[in-house]
């Protein structure tokens, strides 16, 4: 079993930039892919960014260019650097682990 923890999250202006976190604990060995999910209000769950523990980088269309996601591996932490936010980025973002573990979410509001 794995478990996953979000934290970061929080309400920040547009054109402001936020980190979140994600820690993996339990089996970690069995991790080979990380991934940041968020769902905003009456919308399906999207894909944000996608990293192995090589370092391979995926993401989606609406943050590449704004979003950077990165891994230590020691610490079994993700990250996802979030530069000049826009309004439709508010949504609870979700971090998931080898495609199956989930996190609770942690909130990201962008508003004025």
């Known amino acids: 079993q794995v478990q996953v923890v979000e934290s970061g999250g929080g309400l920040v202006q547009p054109g402001g930039s936020l980190r979140l976190s994600c820690a993996a604990s339990g089996s970690t060995f069995s991790i080979n892919a990380m991934a940041w999910y968020r769902q905003a209000p009456g919308k399906q769950r999207e894909l944000v960014a996608t990293?192995?523990?090589?370092?391979?980088?995926a993401y989606g269309t609406s943050v590449r260019g704004r979003f950077t996601i990165s891994i230590d591996n020691a610490k079994n932490t993700v990250y996802l650097q979030m530069n000049n936010l826009k309004y439709e980025d508010t949504a609870v973002y979700y971090c998931?682990?080898?495609?199956?573990?989930w996190g609770q979410g942690t909130q990201v509001t962008v508003s004025s």
């Open positions: 990293i192995t523990r090589g370092g391979t980088r």
């Open positions: 998931q682990a080898d495609f199956v573990y």
